[in-house]
């Protein structure tokens, strides 16, 4: 009998082991060995299109949660090295002949022509306004070049093209200082705002400004003070993140000044060598746009000078655009020019009006939509560009 029962118990103990080892068992044998994932596996695995099998679960065998995909973080940005920004202006050069062709190679033909007359003249001179110079500069370039081919009794085209190129070269004036400021100051970095309206390159130039520095070997911190949209911010931070430069932003809608104030900081903690706060310009009111700019650099000036004040203009906007200097000149110390999308217009000679009206050097010229197609303004290169020469007489 007793012999009877020790039979059951071990027969009842030996179905719940086998019953219980088959219980715990995984549900699909593993693969011997796990393949390292990469990206791509892990991406399948985190849209679902491939079956991650867990590397390794701590659930009780046999529950049936739903499986989490796994989180993949993000990959780290790739930080890019942009290139020094000596020199861009040449490797721009073609880009700028295009777009300047009609108006180099007009006032070439026309000097050029068989007879220099009266008609010509005027003809040129109708050229460099079209072209943007301005009225006063085109009379003063026509005067200067017409009393030189009389005394000097020039005709030969290389000689005419010299001449003209002396003229644009004296309305640029090759001697004004175009030097972005960029030298921090102690412990404290270069702060630089950059202002303009709204869709004149404002932001695209503040991150390509960034890149322009980081290739010269600077650290730059960016604050994205443009509020008023935040596709402004997002857009900075893309900049930023291609070239390792952290980005000061805020809610839509937060106080410019508060994250102007709080960039500087950032660079006066990060040691950082400039900071580079892109402004938001909407010209709505004189009063406004004065208030608002010069609360932002009154602000930043509690940490850290204002070393330069960038303003945008849009090359391709003329007249409006020289409009939107004025205003921009009244309420606030602008230190240079920075004039975008000369790749998108044949009127370059608003590089002379506007410096003339403004009297502040252009000091950065816009040429493209590329990361690196912002170019430090050189005046030689620009006039040899337009005229299809490299100043050694040989045509482009
Ligand atoms: N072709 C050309 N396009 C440019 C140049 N600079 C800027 N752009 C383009 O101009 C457009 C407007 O540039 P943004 O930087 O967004 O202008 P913004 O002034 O900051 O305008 P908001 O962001 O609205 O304040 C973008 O499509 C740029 O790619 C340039 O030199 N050449």
């Not at 590329?370 to 303004?377: E, K, R, S, V, Y």
């Amino acid at each position: 009998m007793d012999y009877t029962i020790v039979a059951v118990v071990i027969f009842v103990v030996a179905l719940l082991v086998v019953g219980g080892a088959f219980l715990i068992r995984p549900r699909r044998p593993q693969p011997p060995q796990e393949q390292p994932r990469t990206e791509e596996s892990a991406q399948r695995g985190a849209t679902g299109t491939a079956v991650a099998e867990p590397e390794e679960t701590t659930e009780p065998a046999g529950a049936t949660a739903v499986e989490e995909p796994p989180v993949v973080p993000p990959p780290a940005p790739e930080i890019e090295i942009p290139p020094p920004s000596a020199g861009r202006l040449v490797r721009l050069r073609a880009r700028l002949a295009r777009s300047q062709n009609v108006f180099g190679q007009g006032l070439l033909g026309l000097l050029s022509s068989d007879r220099l007359d009266d008609d010509t003249w005027d003809e040129i001179e109708d050229t460099l306004i079209t072209a943007d110079v301005g009225v006063t500069s085109a009379a003063q370039i026509v005067s200067s070049l017409r009393t030189k081919v009389k005394v000097q009794g020039t005709r030969t085209p290389e000689e005419l093209r010299a001449l003209l190129r002396e003229e644009l070269l004296a309305q640029i004036n090759p001697e004004l200082d175009r030097a972005v400021r960029t030298g921090p100051h102690g412990d404290r970095p270069a702060v630089i705002m950059v202002v303009g309206v709204n869709g004149t390159g404002k932001t695209t130039t503040s991150g390509k400004l960034a890149r322009v520095l980081v290739g010269d070997g600077r650290s730059v911190v960016l604050g994205a003070a443009d509020t008023f949209r935040a596709a402004a911010a997002d857009q900075l931070e893309t900049w930023g993140s291609r070239v390792g430069a952290p980005v000061v932003r805020k809610d839509e809608g937060a106080d410019p000044a508060s994250v102007a104030f709080d960039a500087v900081a950032r660079g006066v903690e990060d040691q950082a060598d400039v900071v580079i706060i892109d402004t938001a310009g909407r010209l709505h009111t004189k009063t406004g746009l004065m208030d608002e700019l010069g609360k932002v650099k009154r602000v930043v000036e509690k940490k850290s000078q204002v070393d330069e004040v960038l303003l945008v203009l849009d090359a391709t906007t003329g007249q409006n655009g020289l409009r939107q200097a004025r205003v921009f000149a009244e309420v606030v110390n602008i230190t240079g020019i920075v004039l975008t999308k000369l790749d998108g217009t044949a009127k370059g000679g608003i590089i002379i009006q506007v410096q003339r009206e403004l009297g502040v050097p252009v000091k950065l010229v816009g040429l493209g939509e590329g990361p690196d197609d912002l170019a430090p303004f050189d005046p030689e290169g620009f006039v040899d560009a337009i005229l299809g020469s490299d100043g050694t007489g040989n045509g482009a």
